[in-house]
């Protein structure tokens, strides 16, 4: 659609309140009214998160080709059902109240509940849960090789973190230099790998010379986890197994190997020698998701693979307990849900509410739980657990509107909690 002052906005849907944001001014001149004062990470261009529309976009100056390849890149990630920001459009054609041309912007909506490295590491995060992030974004570098891209600029300032049970989830932000083969090669993947190692080491030092990362964290040393894990990661998921005829059990074993590192199995090639002594099997075709599409199947909650994991472990309990492993899965999953997730979701206070997701809300009820069961030497009811969690730690919890009206155009910004699992006082 255009204006008469030849204002282009591509989009799938073009939300008309696009048109009223100042686009005949420089995005770093934007009135602070219509910005929210999010945490940023580090960027080559100009990137500011705009308030529209009851909502949060990230938008970003560049050039016009770039904005248009990159726009395209991320939808065909999200259609891959790779975890990448979600595209809004491409706004170009901008021009200052002078008649100077502008830099097209690229629109994404805000990943809700996620952070940027900086954001993390400023509050001097433990070795432990530095290298999570670094594991997590091992297993997106892995996810988007097995897809055929080729990132190009594998880094933490690229990637925004979001909890996930614990542990973190990776997203991938900033695709500009990316490609998309059919498959990688053995030497796009080495590359790959060895920029992620450079631009990891390089910004963890930079982190040290600002007196930001724990004095416990060897840069290099964390760096080279990245490389350990994303190996350790495409054996197991791409390695072809040999075993004996006896031994086919191992074909299921391998399978729910696969499935515990979040990967379903869509085809084996299994093979067998000239005089069938030996069987080999090889994952064909493996994806990411298998916790969280069960979830999502039994209950409709579409949430992280590790908070999938947590919530149907949970499920099981609830079923063993209540001795109905012979009824019908849907049906139990159905009846947890009533009765126990949802209570503890609407049982969160409305102004406490934008502090987790409700699924990272019910992980850390959990595990509240197995912390005060423990402590006290008996099982605690899930209510009590409840009570605790909300008054000794989640009113203490930052959340994204208490960063609201911040200035962070110098990093660090935004006062944000060690994420990993926290434990009662004592």
Same mark, same amino acid.
């Given at each position: ?16 309140a696009?048109l009223?944001?100042? /686009?005949?001014?420089?995005?770093? #001149?934007?009135p602070? &009214? ?5 945490p ?7 990137v500011? !998160? ?14 016009? +080709? ?12 999200? =259609?891959?059902?790779?975890? *990448?920001?979600?595209?809004v ?5 901008r ?7 502008? &830099? ?8 809700? !509940? ?6 993390? !590491?400023?509050q ?11 594991? *997590? ?13 080729y ?16 542990? !973190? ?6 695709? +500009?230099?990316g %490609? ?13 790998l060895?920029?992620?190692?450079? $631009?990891?080491a390089? +910004? ?14 060897d ?10 894990? %994303?190996r350790a990661? /495409? ?7 040999s075993?004996?005829p006896?031994?086919r059990? =191992?074909?299921d ?5 696969? $499935?515990?590192l ?13 005089n ?29 693979? $590790? ?8 499920? &099981?309990t609830? =079923?063993? @307990?209540?001795?109905r492993?012979?009824d019908?899965?849907e ?8 009765q126990?997730? #949802?209570?503890v979701?609407? @049982? ?8 987790l997701?409700?699924?990272?809300? %019910? ?6 739980? /197995? %912390?005060?069961s ?10 009590d657990?409840l ?13 994204e509107?208490?960063?609201?009206g ?21």
């Amino acid at each position: 659609m255009a204006t008469p002052h030849t204002l282009q906005i591509t989009a799938a849907a073009v939300d008309p309140a696009l048109l009223d944001l100042p /686009w005949d001014v420089p995005l770093e #001149e934007w009135p602070a &009214d219509r910005l929210a004062a999010l945490p940023r990470g580090i960027s080559r261009h100009v990137v500011r !998160f705009v308030l529209m529309s009851g909502e949060v976009l990230a938008a970003k100056e560049i050039s016009e +080709e770039l904005a248009s390849r990159e726009f395209a890149l991320l939808r065909l990630l999200r =259609r891959l059902g790779l975890p *990448a920001v979600e595209p809004v459009g491409v706004v170009t054609g901008r021009r200052a109240a002078d008649g100077t041309p502008l &830099d097209p912007v690229l629109l994404t909506r805000h990943l809700r !509940f996620s952070l940027p490295y900086r954001a993390l !590491f400023s509050q001097k995060l433990r070795d432990d849960t530095a290298t999570r992030l670094v594991d *997590a974004l091992a297993v997106l570098l892995v996810r988007l090789h097995l897809a055929g891209f080729y990132w190009g600029d594998v880094s933490l300032s690229n990637t925004l973190f979001r909890r996930d049970a614990g542990a !973190f989830a990776a997203h991938i932000v900033d695709v +500009e230099t990316g %490609y998309v083969h059919d498959t990688l090669s053995p030497g796009q993947r080495e590359h790959d790998l060895d920029l992620a190692r450079t $631009n990891i080491a390089g +910004e963890l030092m930079d982190l040290a010379a600002g007196d930001l990362l724990d004095p416990d964290i060897d840069p290099i040393e964390l760096s080279d986890v990245i490389v350990s894990r %994303y190996r350790a990661l /495409w054996v197991e998921l791409t390695e072809p197994e040999s075993f004996e005829p006896g031994e086919r059990w =191992r074909v299921d074993e391998r399978i729910r190997r696969l $499935n515990e590192l979040g990967f379903d199995v869509g085809e084996l090639n299994i093979s067998t020698d000239v005089n069938g002594t030996s069987i080999q099997i090889e994952p064909i075709v493996v994806e990411a998701g298998h916790h969280s599409r069960r979830l999502l199947r039994l209950t409709g909650l579409d949430v992280g693979e $590790n908070q999938a994991r947590r919530l149907l472990n949970d499920l &099981d309990t609830y =079923r063993a @307990a209540a001795d109905r492993q012979a009824d019908d899965e849907e049906l139990v999953a159905h009846q947890w849900l009533a009765q126990c997730f #949802e209570p503890v979701v609407r @049982a969160v206070p409305r102004d406490l509410r934008g502090k987790l997701e409700p699924a990272e809300v %019910y992980h850390e009820v959990l595990e509240h739980r /197995w %912390y005060l069961s423990e402590q006290q030497g008996h099982d605690v009811g899930l209510d009590d657990a409840l009570a605790s969690y909300i008054s000794r730690i989640l009113v203490h919890k930052p959340d994204e509107a208490a960063v609201l009206g911040v200035d962070t155009e110098e990093m660090p910004v935004v006062a944000t909690a060690d994420l990993a699992p926290d434990a009662p006082d004592t």
